[in-house]
T-cell receptor, first 113, second 112 residues
Framework: AQSVTQLDSQVPVFEEAPVELRCNYS??????LFWYVQYPNQGLQLLLK??????LVKGINGFEAEFNKSQTSFHLRKPSVHISDTAEYFC???????????FGSGTKLNVKP | ETGVTQTPRHLVMGMTNKKSLKCEQH?????MYWYKQSAKKPLELMFV???????ENNSVPSRFSPECPNSSHLFLHLHTLQPEDSALYLC???????????FGPGTRLTVL
């Protein structure tokens, strides 16, 4: 079975500092990878996705993620965070071979002034 | 974002009530999903519909009954719920079941 691991349940960071949210997945076949963001009392919004091609993917709000096949990782980064980035971030994996979405348990990013 | 809408946004119900949650997608997608999001728990996939056919039921109690009359609409009928069913219920849709999912804003359900 496929799985997605987000090791950090909470990440506190000061405003304008860089941040990395970690995501690892388990799959021996080709995958599609996604990051979603959820602001309080809202649904999930797609930040970025990797389907194929360049391993560095740029998304909305200045976020980017890098697909590393050898380490089965898809970490999310932002060089300088804002207070408005405070939210919960979910990593997800799917693929044409397994026809289903698997979500990680989420990482709460708390940006402090 | 109005691609996927959910009504109502908030619902409070007693354990003996019957209510329904509605989801509508305007994206021309073929797959629709119900998720349950409880505090301090991972996102739980409940049901998947692909071309109006239910393709997944993740051991959901029978007090939750989904209905998908067409590719654009998805309902979740609720009856005799328990307080532990209080959660945010999210609907999503995608072109097919491995494609990017687009989420609605959710219905915050409270069972008294």
């Amino acid at each position: 079975a496929q799985s997605v691991t987000q090791l950090d349940s909470q990440v506190p960071v000061f405003e304008e500092a860089p941040v990395e949210l970690r995501c690892n997945y388990s799959s021996s076949v080709s995958v599609y990878l996604f990051w979603y963001v959820q602001y309080p009392n809202q649904g999930l919004q797609l930040l970025l996705k990797y389907l194929s091609g360049s391993t560095l993917v740029k998304g909305i709000n200045g976020f980017e993620a890098e697909f590393n096949k050898s380490q089965t990782s898809f970490h999310l980064r932002k060089p300088s965070v804002h207070i408005s980035d405070t939210a919960e971030y979910f990593c997800a994996v799917s693929g044409y071979n397994f026809n289903k979405f698997y979500f990680g348990s989420g990482t709460k990013l708390n940006v402090k002034p | 974002e109005t691609g996927v809408t959910q009504t109502p946004r908030h619902l409070v119900m007693g354990m003996t009530n019957k209510k329904s949650l509605k989801c509508e997608q305007h994206l021309g997608h073929n797959a629709m999903y119900w998720y349950k999001q409880s505090a301090k728990k991972p996102l739980e996939l409940m049901f998947v519909y692909n071309f109006k056919e239910q393709t997944e039921n993740n051991s959901v109690p029978s007090r939750f009954s989904p209905e998908c009359p067409n590719s654009s609409h998805l309902f979740l009928h609720l009856h005799t719920l328990q307080p532990e069913d209080s959660a945010l219920y999210l609907c999503a849709s995608s072109q097919d079941s491995a494609d990017t999912q687009y989420f609605g804003p959710g219905t915050r359900l409270t069972v008294l």
